[in-house]
């Protein structure tokens, strides 16, 4: 059973007894109950050691940037730098889609806080090439002009039913376990707790040449477990997995959420813990 985490900078969930020493980063629009059933099998491998999952900024329960900050890929790495902090630090990160990028961006600039990282179906962040730099900016700044609210719902259910549109291979047990953390009870209705700022185009984004580099400064072991059926080909994937100069690469049946699915699940935590016992 997860408890809420208290007195941290980021809201998120905690499985297990003690001080924890693992720390996972869910995807973009998802949050820190994404990685309930991977957590409930790692932590049952691990004898109840504490697994650490945090809210995002600007996701579930935490809180959001400030209007005009946005988000880049590299502009989470304060706050989950202090959080990593605030653990038995160095931690071992298990990180899923865009929370991979993150987990690469804190163990490149602070290796002193982190120990290992796993990349859940992800493979670094989403570049712009340099030559398109000023198109990319120019595409950012009028987005904000067609910033909305965050959408309303009468239910529960209306709320699923919308996220399924999103990500139908998801199971209605996986949507479930996201959608309740995500949504916030109004008054006559609910809406997502997401900061709608999450949707706007990026202003700037890394080149690949930028990626490459900050790739290669991550000098912990990785591991790089891809979905069979994940959203990115498997050369894409080997051709990133090249920078890193530590890394072992698998990949395990599931589409992209397939950590949060109790059919494929279980081969994931089975991978990080023969991962965690070799370091």
Known sequence: MAAELKGNLLAGLSWGQGDSKVLCLHGWLDNAASFSVLADRLTDLLGD???????????????????GQGYPVWG????????????????????HSLGGSLALCLAAAFPEFVRSVVLLDSPGPIVT?????ASQLRDGVLSRDKLRPSRQ??????????????????????????????????????EWRTDPQLKLTSDLRLSETQVEHLMRAVKCPVLSIRAESGLLPLKFFEHRMGYLQNVDSLQLPGHHHFHLEEETAPAIADAILTFWKGL
């Open 76 to 95: 989470y790495t304060h706050e989950l730098k202090a959080v990593a902090a605030s653990m038995a630090s160095p931690v071992d990160l298990v990180a």
């Open 49 to 67: 050691a504490p697994v650490t999952a945090v809210d995002l900024p600007g996701h579930g329960k935490s809180p959001w940037h400030s209007a």
């Open 153 to 190: 719902f009468s239910s529960i259910a209306d709320a699923v039913a919308a996220r399924k549109k999103a990500t139908p291979e998801l199971s209605e047990s996986a949507l479930t376990i996201l959608v309740e953390r995500n949504l916030a009870k109004c008054e006559s209705h609910f």
């Open 129 to 133: 090439p340099e030559n398109q730099i």
